[in-house]
């Protein structure tokens, strides 16, 4: 189940990397996406700090350039590698208590929480998308098929 898991992590990177490209390509930024972009990147530290018990971020909203959001990206990107290397498979059958931000306390398996986090990314990217329709000649596909039949050995 942790390779399972892994991998949807690696496809986690690799479409939010394409669309956050996409985001780039463009001549002026769209603020609506800036603050989906940066959501999907703020709700990756939340759920990484509630499995760590770390201090998570105080707000999943706020405002980010293109350009801070690349730079979130990439320490996302580094975080979640080494949550990756200190887990083993029956982490993932954990329970992590945790508050939401509201101060609302939850318990949930850390197997649902990684679920979680790859659909709200997913979700989220699926509205930049649609959002950069006609505003770039091209956008880029994000299905996990197309990540699958890229990265197939």
Excluded at 43 to 68: M, S
Excluded at 140 to 149: E, G, K, L
């Amino acid at each position: 189940m942790k390779e399972h898991f892994q991998l949807l992590f690696q496809y986690e990177k690799w479409a939010t990397g394409r669309v956050l490209d996409a985001m780039k390509q463009l001549p002026v930024q769209d603020e609506k996406c800036l603050e989906w972009m940066a959501h999907i990147l703020l709700a990756q530290l939340i759920w990484y700090a509630r499995l760590t018990n770390t201090n998570p971020p105080t707000t999943a909203w706020e405002k980010k350039t293109v350009e801070e959001c690349e730079k979130m990206f990439d320490g996302n990107t580094k975080l979640w590698a080494v949550y990756w290397s200190n887990i083993d498979e029956k982490d993932l059958h954990k329970k992590i208590s945790y508050n939401n931000l509201k101060g609302d306390a939850f318990e949930d398996i850390t197997k649902d929480i990684l679920n979680h986090v790859i659909n709200h990314s997913t979700y989220h990217r699926g509205q930049i998308i649609a959002k950069l329709k006609g505003q770039l000649p091209t956008l880029p596909s994000t299905d996990y098929i197309f990540f699958f039949r890229e990265n197939r050995q």
